[in-house]
């Protein structure tokens, strides 16, 4: 009978653990996918800067663009 608990207890926590080792694989799955590019990065920083009117760093904001692959149009 004590062997039988035994042998429940490893099972349940062999499970526990599978389960918690999905669920943190799922995470960063899903945290990769949703990671901004560095061209999305830029966009957001000189939007920001160009509403704040904060031309310095608005000028670092689009080297750095330029740098990660945006064009001017």
Do not use: W
Not at 1 to 15: D, K
Not at 45 to 63: M, P, V
């Amino acid at each position: 009978m004590v062997q039988m608990r035994r042998i429940t207890y490893i099972a349940i926590l062999v499970c526990i653990s599978l389960l918690a080792d999905q669920s943190l694989a799922q995470q960063k799955m899903t945290t990769d996918k949703n990671a901004l590019s560095p061209k999305e990065h830029s966009l957001i920083s000189i939007s920001a800067f160009t509403a704040k009117g904060d031309l310095e760093k608005l000028k670092t904001a689009l080297s750095t663009g330029l740098e990660a692959g945006l064009s001017v149009n």
